[in-house]
């Protein structure tokens, strides 16, 4: 009975006690939640366009920012570094597009997403080489991200909003409005949706297939970029983010592998049930439980509803 | 002129269906079991320990995910998680069992994993791709904490790592600090090509058609009478088997002693390149695929600064490092680009070149 009062009782009761302590912890999960949307934003638009599950997308994250950072550390003004890292993932982009989609285009689906693997592998070795291996701090203030903390009297206590994670709030919903305008109003946007219902019709009335995917991978860099920023800010630059990037995945299976608004949700419920999960449950178990609590919210998920909150109905299933 | 068919008349059944119908191909296999044995008199240590051993416990590893993935195509990333609990199963029995051959709990700890494997397996009845490598994600991370939180699962040990208790078998040590890489590599020798041939066996079999007929087509499948609830588990089942006793292999007679990193989500990835680079569905493919992942940057470790220093460019140790990820990333692509079906299909096309050789057809 005990075990059952400290499941099923105690944290609410807490909740109820100090609600100050229930909306920090309710904030930073969206925060990260936000976070983790962005990654895998850069997923769903590759997932699409071309139907590659890009596991490159971690490890893009974090060669965009270290770029990013090892072009100012040589020197580079901020803002110039980062239109120059912008460049690398159009350079990226289009190397991607020639040197591996091109020559596998029609394979089975397991084949490419070998593919992203190698890439993964190629971009620690080049991006280690290039920019050293060491951690690296983000340039959040020449960038002009703000710093600091505003603390608010809210329900009997203090809540601490860290400005940085404000800033990466309105800039992922920023990004994510852009790219929503993109995809509904511009004729690229509108070439993208095309091919994302069907290659083959697409083809047909005159779409580049090869174009697409320079302009989706880029996009996906955009976002990787962004990501990167944002994360790195938080935690540092340095490769363990790539690990971070997985967490993307339960949020795609929530939201649908091919769903915008889908992620967003996905990685908001993701990450706030994670927080919630880790600070009012985690001690009855010894804590830690974040590094796999997102990915069984997300399998419990998929027994009930298998095709995601937003996702495609036709899905591969008995 | 050696490799030919003529004059090879099959007579009955069984001779028909025969894994290798040629002589020349049986005669191959039996040199190859006989170099691999002779080399642990011939070959140093630094070649038995860093190469060799590792190379089997991976192309072990590789078989198991090869029966998941290969055979009825369900794609998993918990490898390293299953291989982990097969490493600590093992460490669990015989340490509480000191009095019982190690190679009974090798081979036992392989049950344990299997167990968990099917558990985790459960959710592929719903669900298949690229869902169902995020679902085994799941089993990855929560096994992988389960090894960091729970202590009696090291025997409450202070370090909380695993370390090889000295064991015997024949009055040699095969186990722990006083065991010679020799007789660590003949005992895991033995172990992977008893396993190999029973995987044979098994994926040859009336199990292993299943298998595939569900790979190929589930819903087919399920109207000729297969049923994928048993047909699915089994496959995860034995398949986390192989990765148990291969987790067990790796921690006890490789490292010698490992903690629960070893077992992490790149041990996953590292497996599954082996798999797709050596051929999906093929034995052989998952020995090319363990060869080619983990030999290859060995050899180029070796090979490249040698390579360079004629230039006048001599690198450091970690620029090599970064040179190597570089090319092992770009020859993942470079082969898939060549042959999606992998090594072993090269290895087909090859012996059915030398079949017909001087002659195209």
Known sequence: ?????????????????????????????????????????????????????????????????????????????????????????????????????????????????????????????????????????????????????????????????????????????????????????????????????SHKAALSVGISLNQIWVIVWFAAGIVALVAGIMWGARSGVSFSLQIIALKALPVLILGGFTSIPGAIIGGLIIGVGEKIGEFYWGPLVGGGVETWLAYVIALLFLLYRPQGLFGEKIIERI | MLYREAGQFKTNYAADSAIFPLRQDRLGLGVIILAAYALAFIGNSFLLQAVMIPFLVFSLASIGLNILTGYTGLLSLGTGAFMGVGAYACYKLMTAFPGVNVIIWIFASGFFSAAIGALFGLPSLRIKGFYLAVATLAAQFFLQWCFIRIPWLVNYNVSGALDAPLRTLFGTPIMGPNATPQTRYLVVLTIVILLTWLASNLVHGRIGRMWIAIRDMDLAAELMGIRPLQTKLLAFAVSSYYCGVAGALLVFLWYGGAEYDVFNINQSFFILFMVIIGGLGSLIGSFFGAALIFILPIVLGIVLPAMLSPFGISVGADVIEHLRFMIVGALIIFFLIVEPHGLARLWQIGKQKLLVWPFPY
């Open chain 1, 1 to 197: 009975m005990d075990i059952l009062y400290k499941i099923f009782i105690e944290p609410f009761v807490f909740m109820g006690e100090a609600p100050d302590l229930l909306i920090q912890t309710l904030w930073e999960g969206l925060v990260s939640g936000v976070l983790y949307a962005l990654i895998a934003l850069g997923f769903v638009l590759i997932f699409k366009a071309s139907g590659v599950f890009n596991f490159a997308q971690g490890i893009m994250v974090v060669f965009a920012a270290l770029t990013l950072v090892g072009l100012y550390e040589k020197g580079v003004p901020a803002f110039l570094a980062l239109i120059l890292a912008a460049l690398a993932m159009l350079v990226l982009a289009v190397v991607v597009e020639r040197v591996v989609l091109r020559p596998l285009v029609n394979q089975p689906d397991i084949i490419l997403f070998m593919a992203t693997f190698g890439l993964t592998y190629f971009l620690i070795g080049f991006g280690e080489l290039i920019f050293g291996g060491n951690p690296k701090e983000m340039i959040t203030s020449a960038l002009l991200l703000p710093q600091g903390t505003t603390e608010l009297d809210m329900l009997g206590g203090m809540v601490r909003f860290q400005h940085l994670d404000i800033a990466a709030a309105v800039i992922a919903s920023i990004m994510i409005g852009l790219l929503a305008v993109f995809f509904s109003k511009t004729r690229i946007g509108r070439a993208l949706r095309a091919v994302a219902d």
